[in-house]
């Protein structure tokens, strides 16, 4: 058999060199393990090593003991290590050479595409030209790949990553292996393809799917909005002319909240008595204590 991209061969050591080591097959092909493709110790010449094999960087047939786990229509996990916007993401193996995933098969907004530390889900492929590449998991590969969430998890906290964009929501594969949906009304900005996600499981399908959302649960909003409020009180002296009674359009404008959350945060700060409103305005309630410091 023929020493060839994509193959994971067992060979023997042939002869060693400054820079390696040569391997042959039965039918004595030749291929270089280089000394920086390995963190094996390769000890004398006769010994059996197994090797993925791949192009390096000039095109010349390589050897690599980092044998990547996404071979024979596997998959797994790869981290984007560079991004290029002509070729495509470009993720690494453990071996010297990065692998593509071509633009072509990332989303159509450049804005979308992983960034360098995201992870894809990719199994390996070998083109006419016989290069290795990296192809995204579909969603019938998902789908194998997924296990059914429990019933338990609804309300439950979740982490994983983006493997797939559409315009109605953001598909993510779970840390523990689950398949979640994310509607477009449940997040403020669309995350990236590979981005890793926090949310929170709003419902679980007959299925076993998530239905999840990444907007905070409505005590953490009001929470969060009650801050945002109190900064910007601080930030003017502590008082501003907005009150439950302002327009929408001018709570929208300057807090880019909605006009019933922003209602929510002041009715919270003000029965917490930090807050009063009077004449058209809202402002801190002075601390007694630090008047006497």
């Known amino acids: 058999m023929t020493i060839e991209v994509g193959q994971v061969l067992t060979l023997t050591i042939d002869r060693t060199a400054e820079y390696g080591v040569y391997l042959v097959n039965e039918e004595d092909d030749s291929v270089l393990l280089h000394k920086n493709d390995t963190d094996q110790e390769l000890l004398t010449e006769g010994e059996k090593v197994d090797v993925f094999i791949y192009r390096d960087k000039q095109g010349r047939i390589a050897a690599t003991t980092h044998i990547p786990e996404m071979l024979n229509d596997e998959y797994g996990w790869a981290e984007v290590v560079a991004v290029d916007e002509k070729i495509g993401a470009f993720v690494h193996l453990g071996f010297a050479k990065d692998i593509v995933v071509s633009g072509d098969d990332l989303p159509k907004l450049k804005q979308l595409w992983p960034a360098v530390g995201d992870k894809l889900f990719i199994t390996l492929r070998v083109d006419r ?7 995204l998991a ?15 998890m609804k309300n439950q906290n979740f982490s994983g990553r983006v493997y797939r964009l559409l315009k109605v929501g953001t598909f993510v594969f779970t840390e523990e292996g689950y398949r979640c949906f994310i509607h477009e009304n449940e997040r403020t900005a669309e995350p990236r393809l590979g981005e890793l996600i926090e949310g929170r499981v709003i419902g679980i399908t007959e299925e076993g799917d998530i ?4 907007l905070p649960r409505s005590y953490e909003r009001i929470d969060r909005d009650s801050e945002l409020l109190m900064n910007y009180l601080v930030q003017r002296s502590g008082t501003m002319p907005f009150t439950d009674k302002s327009a929408p359009e001018e709570i929208e404008k300057h807090f880019s909240i909605s006009k019933a959350a922003f209602k929510r945060a002041l009715g919270k700060l003000m029965k917490s008595g930090k807050i009063v409103q009077k004449d058209g305005f809202t402002s801190v309630v002075e601390d007694p204590e630090e008047d006497k410091e």
């Open 129 to 135: 030209l016989d290069r290795l590449f990296a192809r």
């Open 138 to 152: 579909t969603e019938s590969v998902i789908l194998d790949y997924a296990y059914a969430a429990p019933i338990e």
């Open 211 to 214: 239905n999840g959302s990444l």
